[in-house]
Every structure is written in structure tokens, then in C-alpha cells.
């Protein structure tokens, strides 16, 4: 994976990164390309369809200097990049190209740095980088990889996060399966950030990966004390499932300061260890 091929692939929206080229839309203005005809390679790029040519690092100059606009970004950047990700391959394939192309460009990771995860961890959780979005797998107690989110970078308006299309809705997220496990009690959020900033500060948690949709039954081999730690003006839902859970559920209530609204933005501000005592 060459600098130049990365760079050209984070400024063409829908382009997908191979192990020596990208393919892409064709980027001719006589040229109306509806599939990724245009394949670039590190020293040149040409077109399949209809002969488009020119050397990479030209292509990549007028990228960047906006003098050439390849594929409008308009609604197309709010859908969900799974679809486009597992036309022609496997969910597994998908999140181990991204965490090489996170691991080889660690920069992209700027985000994830922000929210105050240390690059021990993001490689811990195998966190892949595509296309503008943070690839999150989802790994169960028998560390197998059971279905994945994508979470929308800062370039990124519209949605936050994505799951692939089918994907069980009753699937839980841990930073740490073994500390769920020999734990007493766990900490579980609506949001994987979250549940990942309480793991930070040393205690066992899990995340629903569907946010407050989640049903009971997830948790019928959990059975130790859950304790629900929901975003603001999530108490309600969070409550609602805390009686469902039983003996097991319990709400942890938080007067979230002015700007906050989760455990991560605590975290980020070292005020997150207090909220959990």
C-alpha cells in the first residue's frame, strides 16, 4: 500500500482500495460512469471504458485543489458503506483491510486519539479506517468476529453509525469478554464509545450495538448485575430495560455537566471516574 494510491483513495468518494491499485468512477467529464471503470495506479491512472489517462500524481494535485470534482457527495455520504463494502466481499475481509490500512496510515486515527483512545487499544479492538469511516468489529466470548459497525468520521455528515444490512440487532460489544466474565457485575451503555470509556477506567463494561432496541434476551447468559449507564435523556429507555432485566438491572443516574451527554465525553474531560463511584 504506496502513500500516493491512500491519498488518491481518501479523495474519491466510493473508490475502493486493492493491494496495488484503487478503482474508481471514471473521473472524465465525457464520461458518465456508473461503475468503477478507472483504475489508478501509483505511477498512472486509466480508464477501462472509454481510455481516460494521465499520470497519478497530476490526478492527485487537481484532487486536492479542487480543480477536479469526481463524484458529487450529496445524501450519497449518509448511506450506509456496508452495502458498497460486501458487494464482492466477505464481512471479515472488509474489516481486515481497513485495520491494515488504519495500522499502515495511523494518522487517519486522529479521531479515535481525540476521544482518548491510546493506539494499544485501537489495535486491541482490531479498529479499521475506510472511506471516512472507523470499522468496529464485533468479537463474541469465543473471540469470533460475529458482525461489525462503522462509525462516520468527521468528513462525514449525516448518520453516525452503520451496521450491515440483517445484522442481529441483539449483538453486545466488549472491549473485554474475559473481565465480563470473571466480574461480578458489568457496565452496559447504548453506544460502543461509551462502553469503551468505562473499560478505560477499570471496569468490565459492554455496549448493545443497536442502540436502545435491543431486546432482553441478549442477555439471558449474562446473569450477574447489569449496571445501565445511559446517555442523557436516554433514563427512561434505560430504566425501562433495567425492569425487564429484573434483579439483575440496575439504572446508574448522571448529572451530565453543560456540553456533555455520555460517558465518552466524560472520559475525554477526566470526570468520567467519578460519575462511576
Known amino acids: ?3 500516493i494510491l491512500y491519498e488518491i483513495h481518501e479523495q474519491l468518494y466510493g473508490s475502493k482500495f ?3 491499485y484503487v478503482a474508481a468512477r471514471c ?4 464520461h458518465e460512469d456508473k461503475h468503477p471503470s478507472m483504475i489508478i495506479y501509483p505511477d498512472k491512472f486509466y480508464c477501462q471504458a472509454c481510455g481516460f489517462t494521465g499520470k497519478t500524481k497530476d490526478l492527485l494535485k487537481q484532487l486536492q485543489s479542487h480543480s477536479l470534482i469526481p463524484v458529487k457527495e ?3 455520504t449518509v448511506r450506509n458503506p456496508f452495502n458498497r463494502w460486501l458487494k464482492g466481499d466477505e464481512l471479515l475481509d472488509v474489516l481486515k483491510s481497513a485495520y491494515r490500512a488504519l495500522k499502515s496510515f495511523p494518522q487517519q486515527g486522529k479521531y479515535l486519539r481525540d476521544r482518548k483512545l491510546s493506539d494499544e487499544l485501537i489495535q486491541k479492538l482490531k479498529f479499521g479506517y475506510s472511506e471516512g469511516f472507523y470499522t468496529i468489529p464485533i468479537i463474541d466470548m469465543n473471540k469470533d468476529v460475529t458482525g461489525a459497525i462503522a462509525r462516520a468520521g468527521s468528513s462525514i455528515e449525516g448518520a453516525r453509525y452503520f451496521v ?6 441483539n449483538l453486545l460489544f466488549s472491549p473485554d469478554w474475559e473481565a465480563v466474565n470473571e466480574s461480578k457485575e458489568v457496565w452496559l451503555t447504548f453506544g460502543v464509545f461509551d462502553a469503551i470509556a468505562i473499560y478505560q477506567c477499570g471496569r468490565p463494561s459492554m455496549s448493545t450495538t443497536s442502540g436502545k432496541r435491543i431486546h432482553p434476551s441478549a442477555f439471558q447468559n449474562i446473569r450477574k448485575r447489569i449496571k445501565i449507564f445511559p446517555d442523557k435523556r436516554e433514563e427512561i429507555d434505560a430504566k425501562r430495560l433495567a425492569n425487564k432485566l429484573g434483579w439483575r438491572g440496575e439504572v446508574i443516574t448522571c448529572l451530565f455537566p453543560t456540553g456533555m451527554k455520555d460517558a465518552s465525553d466524560l472520559h475525554q474531560v477526566g470526570l468520567l471516574e467519578r460519575a462511576l463511584q
Open 1 to 3: 500500500m504506496t502513500s
Open 18 to 20: 486493492y493491494e496495488r
Open 27 to 30: 473521473l472524465s467529464p465525457d
Open 74 to 76: 450529496t445524501k450519497q
Open 164 to 169: 450491515p444490512h440483517g445484522q442481529d440487532t
